[in-house]
């Protein structure tokens, strides 16, 4: 193919790219999303605070005017996020207990019936583990409810979209470590004990270089009985971007369960990461090295 999604297509899989709905007036930014990707996440507008910034009152127009326009060009979407200890709107930030656990749970029911049949996978629950090497949950106010609240959000999203795939996504998840290996017991007790999930999403936003057992961790999750997507991919700039863009395809392309990959943004100044130049194009919307390994990778 000629360009990411299609080329990813030919290979069974979708190519997408976080995009904001404040930059869709850009038409350099708009007419690269359109002629490369073939799918597409929210880079804020589905969060809690963006969705609910008051309880009960639901606030789409931002994340629609994202879903329409990817879905009236026959793209997925990946919905992001229902649950998160970041990106809270205030009055969750301030509540505890079983009241927090009711709102989170109306949330998830809200949102995701709100976008029922629109969404190919959802990214349930966000960064729940935390980073203290002996894989924990992470502590946020979410999992001060109970350690069920992972299971009940994942069922409430069930039930409010069927049709949707379920992910449970992560950073410093891309290796076999104690974070990961944390996830991975979630998930195998999960399906074990009939929780419905479907997916796990690893974000991927690394420096110069990508984990050796990036494959093999990917891979032991797809053994689990779930797909796997990278999801929020960017790499620092550095004399190996373009090889280790490459190495993240060549991955993904190795584990038949890998059914996409997304890029955390389009532009290099468009990215959340300053000055790192982690992506695809340049600030004027060029190919960089690393969109050409990519795409003859795929
Ligand atoms: C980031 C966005 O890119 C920024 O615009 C925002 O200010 C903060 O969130 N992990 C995630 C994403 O799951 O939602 C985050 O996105 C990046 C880290």
Redesign the pocket.
Known sequence: GTTLGQSAAERGRYFGA?IAAGRMSDSTYLGIFNREFNSVTA??EM?WDATEPNQGQFSYANGDRIVNHAISRGMKVRG??LL?HA?QPGWAQNMSGQSLRNAAINHVTRVASYYRGKIHSWDVV??AFADDGRGSRRDSNLQRTGNDWIEAAFRAARSADPGAKLCY?D?NTDSINAKSTGVYNMVRDFKARGVPIDCVGF?S?FGTTIPSDYRANLQRFADLGVDVQIT?LDIEQGSNQANAYRQVVEACLAVSRCTGITV?GIRDTDS?RGGANPLLFDGSGNKKAAYTATLNAL
Do not use: D, G, P, S
């Open positions: 976080a880079e804020n969060k992001h996020a998160w990106q966000n960064e996504n950073y974000q936003h929020e955390w959340w």
